[in-house]
């Protein structure tokens, strides 16, 4: 089957700007998840999908950050105004039901770089 | 809330070593554990799962077991390659809670030949 889709790999933009990521996650998959990887750090969650439903946006900066996923299918996580703190991976990840003992399936990340 | 901590890195060793990470978690409800591996240039992949307590994970000569009562679930693997090079990610979704992961913060393994 075929995995977590994610664009762009790699990002650079300027503080200040703004930038938009895309996910498609594995067919059939309802529950979607976008983590942020600092360097040298485990991901942490910024927000959690089930179907087009927000489970958890706790841990978002709303201030800055929003994200989407209008038709329980593909998502976009955005970032306006972009700050110097915020350069890390955002991975996408997906799992079949979003229970505890379902596996996530991960993207290969979009690596930001803000200058 | 949860947490998970994992023996710092790099762990350095030579082809045919015993390999041990470390792993402790602290949750609120029952959680199920995990670990996840990340290869260089790759994506973060589950290496292994255990859902309740006693349970042992494995995978590609990996083991892990749930232990309740010391709230740990250590890596283990008896000959490691070369090949095994990456940072592992011990991890844990809280039953009690939201069910997205809580990450450590990765173990950097380096196998020399």
């Known amino acids: 089957e075929a995995g977590v889709a994610q664009s762009p790999r790699y990002k650079i933009i300027e503080k200040r700007q703004s930038v938009a990521f895309w996910c498609n996650p594995i067919?059939?998959?309802?529950?979607l998840y976008w983590y942020q990887q600092i360097l040298g750090q485990g991901p942490k969650l910024l927000i959690q999908?089930?179907?087009?439903?927000?489970?958890?946006d706790s841990q978002l900066p709303k201030d800055r950050f929003s994200a989407e996923r209008l038709k329980g299918v593909d998502s976009t996580l955005k970032i306006q105004p972009a700050k110097l703190e915020d350069s890390a991976v955002y991975l996408c990840?997906?799992?079949?039901?979003?229970?505890?003992?379902?596996?996530?399936?991960f993207g290969d990340g979009t690596r930001l770089s803000i200058l | 809330g949860d947490s998970v901590t994992q023996m710092e890195g790099p762990v350095t060793l030579s082809e045919e070593a015993f390999l041990t990470i470390n792993c402790t978690y602290t949750?609120?409800?029952?959680?199920?554990l995990f670990w996840y591996v990340q290869y260089p240039g790759e994506g973060l992949q589950l290496l292994l799962k255990?859902?309740?307590?006693?349970d042992k994970g494995s995978n590609k000569g990996f083991e892990a077991t749930y232990r309740k009562e010391t709230t740990s679930f250590h890596l283990e693997k008896g000959s490691v390659q070369v090949s095994d090079s990456a940072v592992y990610f011990c991890?844990?979704?809280?039953?009690?809670?939201?069910?997205?992961?809580?990450f450590g913060s990765g173990t950097r393994l380096q196998v020399q030949p």
């Open positions: 990840a997906s799992s079949l039901d979003g229970t505890a003992d379902q596996p996530q399936h």
């Open positions: 067919s059939g998959h309802a529950t």
């Open positions: 999908f089930q179907n087009n439903g927000v489970v958890d």
């Open positions: 949750a609120t409800g029952y959680p199920s």
């Open positions: 255990a859902t309740k307590a006693d």
């Open positions: 991890a844990l979704s809280d039953t009690a809670g939201r069910r997205a992961l809580t």
